[in-house]
């Protein structure tokens, strides 16, 4: 069966009807969460840190005593630092002991994503889960569970305190785009000129529709490059471009992206989380001459 495609909106995209947003139940950490352990090991860390300075003075003391010779007082300071110093290392033991499971299964899991679903929520930010990775217009994170990191667009950052990582979520938000539409676009017909010629030449222009993905193949031909650059940060670039309306390139060949409506093979087209939570679908690209 040939496949069919149609285009629509200003661009020329096609929207997919509108999904529920992943499921994010507005609840407090259960217990065992990563946000409720460090929370517990900060708040102990502080109450040690109080004991320790009053441990150290009585070691000021005993080296007070120790200068002058007052037997009876040093022996008295020394009963008293050894049973401070002993208490200090038990509630040591209990604070290591919140860190008591293995982080990386449980970053590889569900339970992870799902509290930085939940974290966002209670504070206000928006974020979704799509093909492996977290978006939050216009971020990607990447879960990398065996370096106990993520990666928050190709940006490795170890701070996984969900709360935290959510702040910086936001302060990444707010940051000005360093996509270039223009140089993205002209890179995209560069792909596709070069795709459509092996074609036949005289298709060029002419408005013929090629897969995304077949131009993505093309520009991370190198091994290296498809994971230095994924298909999930390839199809948010191309949303980007679309939502910015930057549909015209410099020699005068104008965009347009295509959703089909026949093909159903999902490894054929990019599905991105548009601003807004809702799934858009892209299939392909065409140029046509203007002007």
Known sequence: MSESYDSES???????????????ESAQHKAGSLEQALAEIEAEAGDLVKTTKQVMASFKKIKDAAKVGDLVKLRKLLDEGKSATLELGCDFLKTQERLNFDES????GKDFRQELLTTAQQMG?????????????PVLLKILHKERAVSIDRMRESRLRPSVL??????VQNKPLRFKPQTFLEMLYTAYSIVVAGRGKHLIGKGTVIPLLELYQLLTLLPWQASEYTRQEFGRDVYLLDKSGTITTKN????????????RDVSKTLTV??????????????????G
């Open 166 to 171: 959510v702040k910086r979520l936001k302060e």
């Open 252 to 263: 005068h060949h104008r965009a347009n992206f295509h959703a089909s409506t026949g093909v």
């Open 10 to 24: 200003s661009t020329g995209v096609l929207d997919a009807v509108e999904t529920s947003t992943p499921p994010q």
């Open 105 to 108: 299964s449980y970053l590889a």
């Open 125 to 137: 930010v928006n974020l979704y889960e799509h093909d492996g990775y977290l978006f939050s217009y």
């Open 273 to 290: 989380i548009a601003q807004g939570g809702r799934e858009k679908t892209y299939y392909g690209i065409s140029f046509v001459k203007v």
